[in-house]
C-alpha cells in the first residue's frame, strides 16, 4: 500500500463524516428574502418600541437581571 492510496481513503472517510451542507433551502430569490427579512425587522422594532412605551415590563429591561437586587 502506498501513502498516496492511504490519503485518498482518508479524504473520502473524511468526507463520509461530514455534515451535509443544506443550504437555503426556503425557495426565495435573494430579493424575497430581503422584503422578508425586512418585514421581520419591522415588526421586531415596533414591538419593541412598544415595550419601551408600555414600561418594559416583559422581559428584558434594566434591573431585570439574574444579578437584579444583589449587591
Known amino acids: 500500500m ?12 473524511a ?5 451535509v451542507a443544506k443550504g437555503r ?3 426565495l430569490t ?10 421581520a425587522l419591522q415588526e421586531k422594532a415596533a414591538r419593541k418600541a ?6 418594559g415590563d416583559a ?4 434591573g431585570a437581571g439574574k444579578n437584579a437586587g444583589k449587591k
Not at 435573494?30 to 418585514?39: G, S
Open 2 to 13: 502506498t501513502r498516496g492510496d492511504q490519503r485518498e481513503r482518508d479524504r473520502q472517510r
Open 15 to 19: 468526507q463520509a463524516r461530514r455534515p
Open 50 to 55: 412598544a415595550q419601551a412605551a408600555g414600561g
Open 25 to 27: 433551502d426556503d425557495g
Open 30 to 39: 435573494p430579493e424575497q428574502r430581503r422584503e422578508r427579512d425586512a418585514k
Open 59 to 62: 422581559k428584558g429591561g434594566k
